[in-house]
């Protein structure tokens, strides 16, 4: 780069065998912490940080050769007031601290209020027209159509500083002025961002004093059309519109906006700007975010971008997706207006999409970010509310400062015709009006934009995670002449975080502290910076302390084994100290200080959640929907990039398009002429392109497949390879790799290592292949075939009527899905057995009676032992306390809301539970509608019916029964047969030898004799019907 900066590219703590991590986890990462914590500054004093001459940013004879930093707000002590004796050393996050997605909708209602979108809708009462929420966040310019065919079904930019004055002026009756991005006024409303609007239906300002406030209504005519001013008296929220606003665009007090009406970069020309003035244009193109620091840089603005156009696709999607699969009543219902809360229409849109959104995000997280940076972060231990998940010090003014080390010194940005828009750092900091430039390709629109900045990022190998940072950040920071390590080091001390050697087991001395090191030649700076020997401490400049520091090293000098109280060691500060560190080899990135704390942090963000992703989605499709998502996918459907790898951090060798090796015919093809070794792409007579490494190096491609029937095989390394539409066929080979299989009927074979297929819509057939404990099966949309290895697998089979085969190990667990599915667990003690998500038949049919948990969710579930070679001993719905709703985690509760059991030929035990559809009955035993036995599903077991219509004496035996339909009221399933046939307990079947059956609570159907006899039918290719036993038998 023109800064002569050196680029140390990453190294994954396993010896480089996984791809490394790109540009985009360094700025996804920035967008996440600032979704963690931010804390006002001022009010508490300045740190003054003087420049010696030999610093680079020392300016001789200038009168500016210091830094200064303000120093966070401190805390009111028990008179009240900040700013005397009493105060508490300790600050307020103005962010909620969990994985929610404030960054999209902010961290206060008043703020969210004018975030969102509105339209004008005519108010009968008035005559006159009113503000409601139409269910997105407010779009900016920018716009192109997302090529759904809905309506209105747009990709814009976030709505910029201008929009949100606008739309506050013309619809919501408020005029801001450039000054209020400094503080947010306060509105009047629930806690969910819903406004309470007065007697005209407009938002109502809360007006001091705060004892005895009033309420100001809006009013669009007002001020000549601008809205009504907001008094001085006007209570305000303490969070700010803006925290990150380009320097010469900050409306400082005394300034005035300039006369002209262009953007001026005063990084490119200085004078561009008249004195006293702030540049109203570039404010105003100021994109504004839940967070307000979504302006420090285009590449954080494009994630905020990624979640923003995902919420407003939700929303478009829900809304067609209502009145589609939803009977008239549930319509109307959504659209009424509740009296008591004031929600509609476009409230719920806007909550039932914010809800979509957050939990992408969460999982997200969790799944593939947080876990790149520590893989053995524990898994979810289940809501608990004892845990507090608020930010510590240590994580916000010193641990997630690391992303700084990663910070690139230039942005990638490659265009979809393949031309390079780059931008240095230092232009990108604080620069909104160069977010929609493409440069050779002229204005992109706001996907196109997105799509070229993570095209670029994902293929740029990120900095390594170490103590050193690029020149952008070292020297001229967000533009100015500013040292962001100097600053890093100035924060921690500043708000009393302790030094990094007392903090955990302490290093001994210098020499051991140098064995801990990522770069051990490192350790000649922190002596010259911390050491006590005489010849450092007398050297005046930084060349002469490294020169006294290099010679105590490289003699090796008695000095480096003194303690660490006495030569300096202990003063090293905690964030250089710990970014220096060295990680544990197949470890995470992080060194131990580090990780101690980011990992301790995420667990309590995670377990101490009420609305984890894991509880709010447990037993509905969404929840399998999620697994199977990415960070790629999300970018694929909101922006025009292609061919990332799917774990969209890694970064790939080689990308391939399908379109591009057809061209290239059957013959070899050579990737780098000038490497004898060289990989190349052949071809075999059925078709399939194979990439071939003859050294088989590792190397990580990534295959995007075209509309048509692809066929593909990689070699060893971590792939990505989609197949996209057609029926493909995907072979990963060696390494861990995802395949995605697209629309089309799709065979995905993981081959030797922790694979994750993803069937898509159509009847695929996936098989994991051996691994080392980490597979995940996905079969989505379709009736899916999906087989495991014996390494222990994780399998989500989607909606279809699908059938789930596991291998010889432990699965993680086996959730088919709505539809009519078999699960075999195989020989393993598996995690658990789920049927589904909707009204269906499910057949839980371990081959061994001590599998793990099987959990039936909705539907009416059967479990049976046909085939067990000892004694069933089967209990349905086992509550480990009374009054307690049940843990997944409860191994005891073997088959939760498992509905019906049967023995085979042994003295089994069967025991049914307590179920009820008592609507006062505990909610751990309430059944719901629908987990009933419907007439269409029992049709599907030959005497199922006969047997429930006889024993309960529903109907005379032979008498015609004319079937319901359904009108609607079944989502997704217009006028189908859906008649209950039997709902309120157990079905009991005893089998061959001498059982003993219990019913408990509940109206139950228990017979000894009979027993739920399954079996799998397939017509093989030649027509031949064949009956197994067992999937493993086809």
């Given amino acids: 780069p023109d ?98 997605q404030n960054q999209t909708y902010t961290s206060h209602p008043s703020h969210q209020v004018f975030l969102r979108q509105y339209e004008m809708v005519l108010n009968p009462a008035t005559g006159t027209t009113r503000p409601l929420p139409d269910g997105k966040v407010l779009d900016g310019g920018f716009c192109s159509p997302r090529g759904t065919g809905i309506p209105g079904d747009q990709i814009c930019n976030i709505g910029n500083w201008g929009e949100v004055k606008a739309q506050a002026s013309t619809k919501l009756g408020i005029h801001l002025v450039d000054t209020d991005i400094f503080d947010v006024p306060l509105v009047l409303t629930d806690p969910y961002g819903h406004f309470k609007p007065g007697a005209h239906g407009f938002p109502q300002l809360v007006i001091g004093p705060a004892a005895t406030p009033t309420l100001l209504e809006g009013d669009p005519t007002a001020n000549g059309g601008l809205g009504v001013n907001i008094p001085a008296t006007a209570l305000h929220t303490n969070h700010q519109f803006l925290n990150d606003v380009a320097h010469n665009a900050v409306p400082s007090p005394g300034l005035v906006p300039d006369a002209d009406t262009v953007i001026c970069d005063f990084r490119t020309v200085p004078s561009c700007q008249a004195p006293g003035t702030y540049d109203d244009e570039l404010l105003n193109a100021h994109f504004v975010t839940g967070d307000g620091r979504g302006n420090e840089n285009i590449a954080l603005s494009m994630v905020h971008q990624l979640f923003h156009a995902e919420h407003n696709r939700l929303r478009d ?28 229409y476009g409230e719920r849109l806007f909550q039932a999409s914010r809800f979509g959104t957050e939990m992408q995000y969460q999982h997200l997280v969790f799944e593939e970010f947080a876990r790149t940076i520590q893989p053995l972060i524990n898994p979810f231990l289940g809501g608990i509310t004892s845990i507090n998940g608020a930010i510590a010090a ?133 002596i010259a910076a911390y050491g006590t020997h005489p010849t450092i401490t007398s050297a005046t400049t930084v060349a002469a302390k490294r020169a006294a520091a290099s010679a105590l090293v490289l003699a090796n000098d008695p000095f480096l084994s003194q303690p660490a109280a006495t030569s300096g060691l202990n003063n090293v500060d905690y ?32 377990d101490g959640d009420r609305f984890y992703y894991l509880n709010r989605t447990d037993g509905i499709n969404f929840r399998q929907q999620l697994e199977g998502n990415s960070l790629a996918e999300l970018a694929r459907r909101n922006t025009t990039v292609g061919g990332t790898m799917d774990k969209i951090f890694s970064t790939a060798d080689f990308n391939f398009d399908s379109a591009a090796l057809t061209a290239a015919g059957t013959a070899p093809v050579i990737l780098d002429p000038l490497d004898p070794n060289s990989a190349k792409i052949l071809t075999l007579a059925d078709g399939t392109k194979v990439f071939f490494d003859p050294l088989h190096r590792g190397l990580n491609i990534v295959f995007n497949g075209g509309p048509g029937d692809d066929r593909f095989r990689a070699d060893v390394g971590d792939d990505t390879l989609f197949g996209n539409g057609g029926n493909d066929r995907l072979d990963g080979g060696e390494g861990n790799d995802t395949l995605v299989g ?72 086996m959730f088919a899905g709505a539809g009519d599915d078999w699960i075999d667990d195989g020989d393993g003690h598996d995690g658990g057995m789920f049927g589904d998500g909707g009204n269906q038949f499910d057949l839980l049919a371990g081959l061994n009676q001590v599998g793990g948990d099987d959990v039936g969710d909705f539907g009416f579930d059967f479990v049976t032992a046909r085939g067990w070679n000892a004694p069933a001993d089967i209990e349905l719905n086992h509550l480990p306390l009374p009054g307690v709703i049940i843990n997944f985690n409860d191994l005891r509760n073997m088959y939760r809301f498992v509905d019906g059991g049967s023995g085979w030929d042994m003295d089994d035990l069967i025991i049914g539970d307590e179920s009820t559809t008592d609507p006062a009955a505990p909610l751990e035993i309430l059944l719901q509608p629908q987990m009933a036995l419907t007439e269409e599903y029992a049709a599907k077991v030959a005497g199922l019916r006969d047997l429930v219509v006889n024993g309960f004496g529903i109907v005379p035996t032979g008498t015609a029964v004319t079937f319901s339909t359904n009108s609607g009221g079944e989502p997704g399933i217009p006028a189908e047969v859906k008649h209950t046939l039997f709902i309120g307990g157990n079905i009991l079947l005893g089998g061959l030898g001498s059982d003993t059956i219990e019913g408990r609570g509940g109206n139950d159907l228990i017979d000894g004799d009979l027993w739920f006899n399954v079996q799998l039918r397939a017509v093989l290719n030649d027509g031949t019907v064949k009956l197994v036993d067992t999937p493993r038998l086809l």
């Fill in 742 to 813: 697209g629309d089309g009927d799709d065979i995905l074979l993981g081959g030797n290592g922790d694979d994750v297929l993803k069937g898509g819509p159509g009847n695929d057939a996936l098989n994991t292949g051996p691994g080392f404990g980490a597979d995940l099966a996905i079969g989505g949309d379709g009736n899916d075939f999906l087989v495991g290895g014996d390494d222990g697998v994780e399998y989500f089979g989607g909606p279809g009527n699908d059938i789930i085969v596991d291998g010889a190990m432990r699965s993680e667990g």
């Fill in 575 to 606: 964030w250089p100290g710990g970014m220096a560190e060295k990680p544990n080899v197949f470890g995470g990135l992080l060194g131990t200080t580090f990780n101690v704390v980011f990992e301790k942090q995420l667990e309590n963000l995670q």
């Fill in 394 to 526: 240590e994580f916000a003014h010193t641990v997630y400062r690391l992303g700084h080390s990663m910070l690139p010194e230039v942005i990638s940005r490659i265009n979809t015709d393949g031309s390079t828009n780059n931008i240095r750092l230092l232009n990108a900091f604080l620069s909104p009006q160069k977010y929609n430039d493409g440069g050779p390709a002229g204005p992109l629109p706001a996907a196109a934009a997105a799509g070229a900045i993570i095209r670029g990022l994902s293929r740029q190998v990120g900095n390594e995670l170490d103590e050193f940072v690029t020149s952008s950040v070292r020297n001229t920071l967000v533009g100015l002449p500013l040292d962001l390590v100097a600053i890093n080091i100035a924060r921690g001390r500043s708000e009393g975080i302790p030094t990094q050697d007392p903090v955990l087991q302490p290093y001994a001395n210098w020499f051991e502290y140098g064995l801990a090191l990522r770069h051990f030649d490192s350790l000649t700076n922190f």
């Fill in 3 to 100: 800064s002569g900066a050196l680029f140390i590219p990453n190294i994954t703590p396993d010896f480089g065998l996984s791809a490394p991590f790109n540009v985009m986890f360094t700025f996804f990462g920035q967008f996440f912490d600032h979704g963690l914590d931010l804390v006002d500054k001022g009010g508490n004093g300045n740190v003054i940080m003087p420049l010696q001459p030999d610093d680079p940013l020392f300016v001789p004879g200038a009168s500016t050769n210091f830094m200064v930093m303000a120093r966070a707000t401190m805390l009111p002590g028990p008179d009240g007031i900040v700013g005397t004796a009493d105060d508490i050393h300790d600050s307020v996050n103005q962010t909620t601290p969990w994985v929610d």
């Fill in 317 to 344: 999607y829900i809304d067609q997706l209502i009145p589609a699969v939803l009977s008239p009543t549930e319509v109307a219902a959504w659209h009424a207006v509740d009296p008591a809360s004031g929600w509609g």
